[in-house]
Every structure is written in structure tokens, then in C-alpha cells.
């Protein structure tokens, strides 16, 4: 399985970018799908994900400013963010739960994408 992401960028303060995340390959069942960041210098934090199905978790911070959608058949995530604030700035990873079912005993694994880095500027 493989993700890419795209969408990232330099935007002024209170400014909007979208992430989108695809995932490619066979043999699988995707569970759930998110991003994560890391900020320069810190550690890697969950931001949002979405589950197959649609239940949505967010990090407080970026609750009633970012969103979190999916696209189960296009095995797609978007993560549209609003407001954006100079803390904001991070490299931002999709990140996907998968059941591999090229088995008769399916596994579950995750997968990371290549990170695409989100610049706010004030």
C-alpha cells in the first residue's frame, strides 16, 4: 500500500490549505485514515482521522477550524484547514490502518505517507 499526499504550502495567518492523501495498491481494506504533524523540533501529534464509515477524531487544537473527510471508494482522505495559525507549521503525514487480505488470515497494518510541510506565516 502506498499513500500520497499533496496539498501543502506557505500561507499567511487565518488563511485555508487542503491536504489530500490517496492510497494505491491491492489486497487491502482500509480501516481508518489520518494525518499526524511535527513541528519543528517536537514530536509527532495526531491531528485528525477518519474511520471507514465515517466517525472523525480531531486534536483539540485544531478542533472547529480543520476538517477531516473521506472518500471510501476512491480510498482518498482530505483534511481542509481554516484559520490557520503560525503553530500551525509542521511537516503533516496521511497515515492509513489497513487489513492486508492477501491471506486467509488477514492482518491489520499502517502505512505512512511522504510528509508535505504546511508554512504559516504571521
Known amino acids: 500500500v502506498q499513500l500520497q499526499a499533496s496539498g501543502g504550502g506557505l500561507v499567511q495567518a487565518g488563511g485555508s490549505l487542503r491536504l489530500s492523501c490517496v492510497a494505491s495498491?491491492?489486497?487491502?481494506?482500509?480501516?481508518?485514515m489520518g494525518w499526524y504533524r511535527q513541528p519543528p523540533g517536537k514530536q509527532r501529534e495526531l491531528v485528525a482521522s477518519?474511520?471507514?464509515?465515517?466517525?472523525?477524531h480531531y486534536v483539540d487544537s485544531v478542533k472547529g477550524r480543520f476538517t477531516i473527510s473521506g472518500d471510501d471508494a476512491k480510498v482518498t482522505v482530505y483534511l481542509q484547514m481554516n484559520d490557520l495559525k503560525p503553530e500551525d507549521t509542521a511537516v503533516y503525514y496521511c497515515?492509513?490502518?489497513?487489513?492486508?487480505?492477501?491471506?486467509?488470515?488477514?492482518?491489520?497494518?499502517?502505512?505512512w505517507g511522504q510528509g508535505t510541510l504546511v508554512t504559516v506565516s504571521s
Open positions: 477518519h474511520a471507514r464509515g465515517g466517525l472523525t
Open positions: 497515515a492509513a490502518n489497513v487489513v492486508i487480505t492477501t491471506s486467509e488470515d488477514p492482518y491489520e497494518r499502517n502505512y
Open positions: 495498491g491491492s489486497s487491502f481494506v482500509m480501516n481508518s
